[in-house]
């Protein structure tokens, strides 16, 4: 009898978590899509015409915090949005682990579905840290590369804080853990809660959900600590072939600005500091983060006719 509770339960709970995402879902200028790909049944947004532009979330994120930039990205792009493998309504096959050589080829499968053409890959923060490290692999299946606030580039350590309410809230996911952890990935809260509108309570009230979720729990651990901890090889980043472009917030306090700009150098990356920003420019500054992704179509179809 309390085999079937504990199952009552998690269904009950996922019926919940399914219905908070469609009323937010129904509020945004995106389409969600259903994909298999390498063992993960996973959600995609998509939106727009043009040429296609990926966007990789954070850890215990999900597709939906790019909203700020959709509507104008979308004009001018075939946006590909998914979430992460394990993370927000994608889900793993079967409940196996997971490891960083599957989300590399979840990624390849990905690229291969859903765009006809070379994109312009984008990852924030740990989905930064993913789409370099695919970069290397397959410098021929992208056009652009895009770290905002990146993970990868040296060892994950976050300012105190930071790191310490992010550990509480990890531990113990409540809306007063949740509030004061998000005190510390804006600069200025209150205006971006302003500038998204009435979606931002469903938001908050989604990612409190997902961080609850123990599979979730589980791919963000897993993930993290396999792709995002450890800096990338040197190595390994110069085999990224592509033009490369690091967008990051001055006053971020997950990932120090100076080792993002001697990372940028030693590659040869172009570097775009965003002011009045911390971890999250595509929340916080959403108009810069699309003026700079915007001039890179044009640098890329320049490239293009002189190839």
């Known amino acids: 009898m309390r085999s079937n509770g504990r199952r009552d339960a998690t269904a009950d709970h996922r019926q919940e978590s399914d219905a908070r995402r469609e009323h937010l879902l129904a509020r945004l ?8 790909l390498n063992g993960v049944s996973t959600a995609v947004l998509e939106a727009g015409e043009g040429p296609p532009l990926v966007l990789l979330h954070g850890a215990g994120e999900f597709a939906a915090v790019w909203l700020n930039v959709v509507p104008e990205l979308s004009r001018t792009h075939r946006l590909i949005i998914p979430d992460l493998p394990g993370q927000g309504a994608s889900q793993i096959i079967g409940g196996r682990p997971y490891d960083a050589d599957d989300v590399l080829r979840w990624l390849t499968e990905l690229i291969g579905d859903a765009c006809p053409s070379r994109p312009i890959v984008a990852g924030h923060l740990l989905g930064g840290a993913i789409a370099a490290r695919w970069a290397s692999r397959h410098p021929d299946r992208l056009d652009h590369l895009v770290l905002v606030d990146t993970l990868g580039l040296s060892w994950y350590r976050p300012a105190p804080s930071f790191a310490l309410p992010m550990a509480v809230f990890l531990a113990r996911p409540t809306p007063a853990t949740r509030h004061r952890l998000f005190r510390q990935c804006f600069l200025d809260r209150d205006q971006v809660r302003q500038e998204t509108g009435t979606v931002w309570a ?38 990224i072939a592509v033009p490369t472009t690091v967008i990051h917030g001055r006053h971020d306090l997950q990932v120090r600005l100076d080792t993002v700009e001697r990372a940028a150098a030693r590659h040869g990356w172009t570097v775009h500091v965003i002011e009045d920003c911390r971890d999250d420019p595509a929340a916080e500054q959403p108009a810069r983060l699309v003026e700079i992704i915007e001039q890179l179509t044009g640098s890329t179809e320049s490239e293009g006719a002189e190839r």
């Open 29 to 36: 200028p995106l389409k969600e899509r259903i994909r298999e």
């Open 202 to 239: 469903m938001l908050m009230d989604y990612a409190l959900d997902r961080a609850r979720t123990p599979s979730v729990q589980a791919a963000i651990r897993r993930q993290t600590a396999q792709l995002g901890v450890r800096p990338i090889p040197h190595e390994e980043l110069e085999l």
